[in-house]
């Protein structure tokens, strides 16, 4: 009985899924428009990253350095686009590398100026290094938190705009329509 019960549902089974096909009905009518999406530029990647204090190692025995992964800078982005970083000073980005002049107070309470080198290296396994050193190659606080902006430009956008101010993250933001 156990047989018969058996080859019974693998009879049904069979019948069933063998029932299931047929041609294809026909196509269904087109559904409403959706909303439409946001410019951009699938050439061209850019991300605003916050580099913490903390993340901040001191290297060479005289700066201090980060590394940001950044998976946009591909082979093609490397050796033949543009990599730009760029430095949230007072409100404004401002390209690196660059000399950044800030005030810092003392444990003493007493307010000084400062300068520093900030200088980036791009990598060619997807991101960037950024190094800081101050001005008088004094190891004494880490940088504090700062936000930095990378775009990354495919060769076959860069090689074709000649025409953009690429010292001008503006100037950049508008040539390539990208989203703060």
């Keep these: 009985m156990k047989k018969l019960s058996v080859i019974c549902m693998t009879v049904l089974a069979v019948a069933f899924l063998a029932s299931c096909r047929g041609p294809m009905g ?11 999406g946001n410019d951009g530029n699938a050439n061209v990647a850019s991300s605003t990253v916050t580099v913490r204090s903390a993340d901040w190692q001191w290297v060479n025995n005289c700066q201090w350095m980060v590394e940001i992964d950044y998976p946009a800078i591909n082979n093609n982005v490397y050796n033949y ?43 060619n396994d997807g ?21 930095f902006k990378i775009v990354a430009i495919e060769a076959s956008v860069y090689s074709h705009r000649s025409d953009v101010d690429y010292s001008n993250y503006e100037a950049v933001k508008t040539a390539f329509q990208l989203a703060d």
Aim: glycine letters at 12%; a negative charge.
């Design 26 to 36: 026909p196509m269904g009518p087109q559904g409403p428009q959706g909303p439409a």
């Design 127 to 147: 991101g960037v290094r950024l190094f800081w050193t101050e001005s008088d190659f004094f190891d004494g606080a880490r940088p504090g938190n700062h936000d």
């Design 81 to 123: 686009g543009a990599v730009l970083v760029y430095m949230d000073v007072d409100g404004a980005w401002s390209q690196v590398p660059l000399t950044y002049y800030y005030e810092d107070v003392t444990q003493e309470g007493e307010t000084i100026n400062c300068a520093a080198s900030i200088e980036v290296a791009t990598l």
